[in-house]
């Protein structure tokens, strides 16, 4: 039975997609926009698992039909709110790059001084595995599998906590910062009277739809 209904929805996905497809005048901005590459992916592993085998390994993949959900529920008026958040990961993508290379360069640093320090004896039996210290240390997890045994490990392990604690705040900064700005700007946008278009930059004149005078706006 679950059979036949797994079947019958893979058909009526496909046959959905395919008719959006046939219907639209550009079908190429339907195929490789968001929802429709969710549609394809809700019912082509079904297809090729029917045609090549290989169920397993496509069961992740078909649970990407949930997502659906949001069409279903017309839960598509939010993604605009999800867009804002984007748009500030964009604005300060350099800052946090340049962070993240200074973070790396640290943790580099850091595990090489513990390294020498402590030695294999303390279980630091390499270079990268000290480096894997530091990354747990200076993001404060702290697993425990591995910890500094002279004072001079401990000491350095110290600063390293303090620093993490202070690493951390500043991507969460800048992100703040950039969703803010994001967030204004959205506000800012002018809604015009005629047609209730809000996309308008906060110096338009006019309706970049209609044409209608935003003066009075």
């Known amino acids: 039975m679950f059979l036949i209904l797994e079947w019958s929805v893979t058909v009526l996905f496909a046959a959905e997609y395919l008719l959006r497809v046939l219907c639209l005048r550009r079908p190429s901005d339907f195929v490789f926009s968001f929802f429709g590459i969710v549609d394809l992916l809700a019912f082509l592993p ?6 090549f085998g290989g169920r397993a390994y496509f ?6 039909r949930l997502l659906r959900v949001f069409r279903v529920f017309k839960l598509g008026r939010y993604l605009s709110e999800g867009r804002i958040i984007v748009d500030a990961l964009i604005a300060g993508k350099r800052k946090i790059l340049v962070l993240l ?14 390294y020498i320090v402590e030695g294999a004896d303390s279980g630091y039996t390499s270079i990268p595995r000290s480096i894997y210290w530091a990354i747990v240390t200076l993001t404060t997890v702290g697993y425990g599998d591995i910890a500094p045994q002279t004072v001079a490990g401990q000491t350095l392990a110290s600063i390293v906590m303090i620093l993490g604690y202070s690493i951390i705040a500043v991507p969460t900064g800048i992100v703040t910062v950039e969703i803010s700005r994001a967030g204004a700007s959205a506000v800012n946008r002018r809604r015009c009277s005629a047609c209730s278009l809000k996309a308008h930059d906060a110096d338009a004149v006019f309706c970049k739809r209609c044409g209608n005078s935003l003066a009075a706006e």
């Open 46 to 51: 079904t297809l090729i698992t029917a045609l």
């Open 59 to 64: 069961v992740v993949v078909r649970a990407v």
């Open 101 to 114: 290379f200074g973070v790396g360069t640290m943790v580099i640093v850091i595990g090489t001084l513990m």
